[in-house]
């Protein structure tokens, strides 16, 4: 699963410029046209329109350009996949007790990383529901860990229940890396297969045809 690339601020901020200038160029020349050439009416008004939007629009790219630079840049962690799934200790939310990633080797791990207050993790939760409940049978678990309190969590589930292990991160704990992108990007999710690889990883919600896309080849 790949992220497409987003143009860059520093394009964004060029074009910008072009479509600034280019709107001021038009709303000056308009009316200093030679009287033989001056555009007249309807014409000069339509003239004049498009010139203004040109330099909106210029206005515009610039404030999403700004916008581009506030986002904190998603870095993809080097040599994640392929690789032995570091360890990951957590707690089980409805009793508390303790768990690592390697309690569940021998499944396929669809590993999701996700906060209540994270607006894609919580369009995401039915999918993943849906997903847990059609591949459980088959060797599937998904395993849902965020860094609240676990009352928190308790409190949320108790509104939308989770079909998946849903765990939580100790008070003291630290995401270790490579979890620890969830820093950056919330969800992130992680596949890791039955021997502990993992096999894929990406920030942002998926749905249930890519989660299918991405877990099925390892459950042969």
Known sequence: MQ???????SLLYALAGLL????????????RLSPRRRLEGAAAWTGALFGGVVMLSGLAL?????????????VQPPGVV???????????VD??????????????ILLNLWATWCGPCLAEIPELNRFQLAYRDRGVVVIMISDEPRQTILEFTKERPLEAVSGYLPED???PWPYNRVEQARPTTFV???????????PGAADFAQ????VLPYLE
């Not at 200038?21 to 000056?28: M, Q, S």
């Not at 989660?211 to 991405?214: G, I, P, R, T």
Request: proline residues 9%; glycine residues 8%.
């Open 95 to 108: 009793t508390d007790e303790p768990r690592t990633l390697a309690d569940y080797r021998g499944k396929v």
């Open 62 to 74: 610039g404030a999403l350009a700004y916008l581009r630079q506030q986002q904190p840049e998603i």
């Open 82 to 92: 392929g690789r032995p799934a570091p360890e990951l200790a957590f707690r089980l």
């Open 20 to 31: 600034v200038v280019g709107g001021l160029a038009l709303l000056w020349l308009a009316p």
């Open 211 to 214: 989660f299918e896309a991405a």
């Open 173 to 175: 704990a630290h995401w």
């Open 3 to 9: 992220e497409s690339l987003p143009l860059s601020p």
């Open 192 to 202: 890791i297969d039955r021997d502990g690889i993992i096999r894929e990883t990406w």
